[in-house]
Nanobody
Framework: QVRVVESGGGLVQPGGSLRLSCAASGRLFITYAMGWYRQAPGKQRELVARMRSGGGSSTDYADSVKGRFTISRDNAKNTVYLQMNSLKPEDTAVYIC?????????WGQGTQVTVSS
């Protein structure tokens, strides 16, 4: 029902910051839980951060990013963000946006984040 497209990836130095955006199609966005996943070469896809549907602020984070990453959503703009601070080389991966409700489960194509000096 909803399509998602990521943007904002790129090359950043260790300790730097980057903000990813996930733009969704305009229908029933508020019914979707939104999540950010990542997949590095040779590794399985893992959940990075997730926010429940609606206007609430309940969030979940992977232990590896807790305290450094922040997920947020703007329902009026049909957009979810991932603010990434204090980036480490091990954060290097393709970051993928997910929108899920009781009926649909949609994935974006991903955006590359590379953390390197």
């Amino acid at each position: 029902q909803v399509r998602v497209v990521e943007s904002g990836g790129g090359l950043v130095q260790p300790g730097g910051s980057l903000r990813l955006s996930c733009a969704a199609s305009g229908r029933l966005f508020i019914t979707y839980a939104m999540g950010w996943y990542r997949q590095a070469p040779g590794k399985q896809r893992e959940l990075v951060a997730r926010m429940r549907s609606g206007g609430g602020s309940s969030t979940d984070y992977a232990d590896s990013v807790k305290g450094r990453f922040t997920i947020s959503r703007d329902n009026a703009k049909n957009t979810v963000y991932l603010q990434m601070n204090s980036l480490k080389p091990e954060d290097t991966a393709v970051y993928i946006c997910n929108a899920k409700n009781s009926r649909y489960d949609s994935w974006g194509q991903g955006t590359q984040v590379t953390v390197s000096s």
